[in-house]
């Protein structure tokens, strides 16, 4: 962590806060604001992504933003520096802000501009004064070697290997975009899409302003080498062609081409691990159940047309969530949790109820708190904004904590049920399948009736067979006669 001494009156840091429970790291995602930006309290400055959910930190005081600590994309320890900001700008001498050389390039040839820390390259990379060095990457070339391959590379690539322009002038600055034979030059979405592409950024050849490497150069060493018959026709042909194995190269298809690689982390990383973990601690049991849900669907319809339910969603998921909160009701044993440190069952007499909600980062499960003291309008508009909020990425941590059963809605998909992994902590979980018209025995006669499978699963610790099959049977009974929503609650 770097540590401004002789103007920390001046400067104030901003550190990442645990912003969940007892989260270790995040990954910076977006920053909002830039060194020179004025900032006020309570101001979002960038948006991160924990274990559980993406979040936006708003910072605690006034001021110019003064140095980025880290790059988006970047994976930050809870407690590290992330923003310095000069709350009293103007007020005194005081070391200027680190120079960004793609806005600002340095006049001052490098060795004399060059400070005794480390080297100021991009946004979030200021000059530290500490004695820590980065360890240089493996496999990394040298300098003057990376330049002459990177240079080879876009020749070959442009098929003029024998005929460059003679007008062209030479770069100024090192061929890959290093900064005096340091880290290449490049912003960090630039950085990001290197990395995505499986590029190093040091063998790119740069075309931006002062040597800064651009999407378009990123783009350009990823392409594959044009084929001959693709090639400029005032290109003359490079000697010696014929000779060159180009066409039974075994490298020629690289297989960045043929398969991508995904770092897992954030709520991915956070999944997986919750998922294994629940998998082999708890025992699962899972029943299945096909019900008539007919009369469920019209009154789906009813409420869509009722007064009392203007202004909110209602869909089957409604009905079917509050009939699983008076199954509940009915059988409070099943809302509990196994407490192995203990070796103790915690029943809840509150039902945060979980949604299982599918978005670009992936399966997260938020909770309705006190669901079971809601009446359906309160219901309705509180599914609502669950699922506004995690398709806007914007669920917070506290949102997903402390959930006492969950219900998954794999019907959406089409798909008919499943065998749902409880989520950690739980007793059990609802699956819920697709709702479709089918032949249907329905008062002695065949006929075409809505029908949907129900999956419960269960921590047989806690929750025997008879216990879940009564959960899971009322919820059918009443899908299958909504009345009993009224005669049962």
């Known amino acids: 962590m770097t540590t401004m001494t002789e103007t920390s009156a001046r400067f104030r840091e901003f550190k990442m806060p645990d912003v969940g429970e007892g989260l270790t790291e995040a990954e910076i995602l977006k920053w909002y604001v830039q060194p020179g930006d004025t900032v006020t309290d309570g101001q979002v400055v960038c948006e991160v992504e924990t274990a559980k959910a993406a979040v936006e930190l708003p910072i605690p005081f006034d001021g110019v933003v003064h140095e980025l600590r880290f790059p988006e994309g970047t994976t930050v320890d809870v407690g590290q520096v992330i923003i310095a900001i000069d709350v009293a700008p103007g007020s005194g001498d005081a070391p200027a802000p680190a120079a960004d050389p793609v806005q600002e390039p340095v006049e001052e040839p490098a060795a004399e501009a060059e400070p005794k820390g480390r ?21 990394a070339p040298a300098a003057p070697e990376a330049a002459a391959v990177a240079a080879a590379v876009q ?19 090192p ?10 030059l490049a912003k ?5 899409l290197a990395k995505d592409l499986g590029i190093d950024l040091a063998t790119v050849v740069p075309t931006g302003k002062d040597g800064v490497i651009t999407r378009e ?15 400029p026709a005032q290109a003359a042909p490079a000697p010696a062609a014929a000779e060159a194995p180009v066409a039974t190269e075994p490298t020629a298809v690289p297989d960045s081409a043929r398969e991508t690689r995904v770092p897992v982390k954030g709520v991915r990383k956070a999944i997986a691990q919750a998922m294994v973990g629940s998998a082999f601690t708890a025992p699962h049991v899972t029943e299945f159940v096909t019900v008539d849900v007919t009369r469920t669907m019209k009154l789906v319809a009813e409420l869509k047309e009722d007064k009392d339910m203007a202004g909110v969603r209602v869909n089957p998921l409604l009905v079917i969530a509050k009939a699983l909160l008076v199954a509940i009701k009915r059988n409070p044993e099943v809302n509990a949790a196994w407490d192995e440190a203990n070796q103790e069952i915690v029943r809840k007499h509150y039902v945060n109820l979980g949604i299982a909600a599918a978005t670009p980062r992936g399966l997260i499960v938020p909770n309705i708190k006190d669901a079971h003291d809601k009446t359906l309008p309160q219901l309705a508009e509180a599914l609502g904004e669950l699922v506004a909020t995690a398709r806007d990425g914007k669920t917070s941590p506290a949102a997903m904590a402390g959930g006492t059963v969950t219900i998954t809605n794999v019907g959406v998909f089409g798909v008919d049920t499943g065998t749902p992994i409880l989520n950690p902590g739980e007793s059990a979980i609802l699956a819920v399948g ?8 329905h008062k002695g006669k065949v006929k075409p009736r809505q029908v949907t499978t129900l999956a419960l699963s269960f921590d047989h610790r806690l929750v025997d067979g008879e216990l879940g099959s009564k959960v899971l ?17």
């Open 119 to 139: 080297t100021p390259v991009l946004v979030g990379y200021g000059v530290a004064e500490s004695s820590t060095k980065r360890r240089p990457r493996k496999g």
């Open 155 to 173: 020749a070959e690539l442009n098929g003029h290997a024998a005929a460059a322009p003679a007008a062209a002038p030479a770069p100024s600055v």
């Open 175 to 184: 061929a890959q975009g290093g900064a005096a034979g340091g880290r290449p």
């Open 188 to 192: 960090p979405p630039v950085r990001k």
């Open 217 to 231: 150069d990123v783009h350009a060493a990823a392409a594959p080498a044009p084929a001959a018959s693709e090639a």
């Open 434 to 441: 697709a709702i479709k018209l089918q032949p249907w025995v």
């Open 473 to 489: 049977a009322d919820v059918a009974a009443i899908l299958e006669q909504p009345k009993r929503l009224i005669t049962w609650a």
